[in-house]
């Protein structure tokens, strides 16, 4: 069982890894590339944030390695592991990549995770309604719940700075929030966005 204080430490970087690597198992460039066809601007990592974040997963055995396999024959291997083989013996240049997938564990913290993400946090809001598709549709439409209740806190802090010193910054940030607010808003009921209904 995976505690929901243990799965709300997990950073932004481990968060979009483990749903990249749920989709499929890959090695590091692999989910680099996947973060960002993922979730695009916000699934921007740097290799220097990918990699350790990878490390710290499998050392915490919410991912395994597949390992470094480019020297070994699949066709000398039975089926299910050769087909393994071959998945994880990506090479390029020669070089054997070493290939992720996500453990049972993973598995279970992520969905925890998501459960409890901060909806208050772009990063962590977008990576978790992107990924809603992997929990239960009540926690789905908690978490778009708790996605427009922080944007309804944002404006409202926003109209309380105006008040105090009106900037352009602010209104940049109130009409992307506006923005957000009102697709959340038109979303169709079986959502379950709107606090109104």
Do not use: C, N
């Amino acid at each position: 069982m995976v505690s929901s204080e243990r799965a709300k430490e997990l950073t932004a970087v481990e968060l979009a890894t483990l749903v990249v690597l749920e989709a499929a198992p890959a090695h590091g460039y692999e989910v680099a590339r996947r973060l960002q066809a993922t979730f695009g601007e916000i699934g921007r990592f740097s290799y220097g944030s990918i990699y350790p974040a990878l490390a710290r997963l499998a050392r915490s055995g919410l991912i395994a390695s597949v390992g470094a396999v480019g020297r070994l024959d699949p066709a000398r291997l039975p089926g299910v592991l050769a087909a393994e083989l071959v998945l994880a013996a990506s090479t390029a240049g020669g070089r054997s990549r070493r290939t992720y997938r996500i453990t049972d564990e993973g598995r279970a913290r992520l969905r925890t995770a998501l459960e409890f993400a901060d909806m208050a946090d772009d990063r962590i809001a977008t990576i978790a309604l992107v990924a809603s598709s992997l929990v239960a549709p009540e926690t789905r439409r908690a978490l778009l719940r708790g996605r427009r209740r922080s944007l309804v806190e944002r404006l409202e802090e926003l109209d309380r700075l105006e008040q105090e010193m009106p900037d352009l910054w602010l209104d940049i940030v109130r009409a992307r929030t506006a923005s957000e607010l009102a697709v959340l808003d038109a979303a169709p009921a079986g959502y379950g966005a709107s606090t109104t209904s």
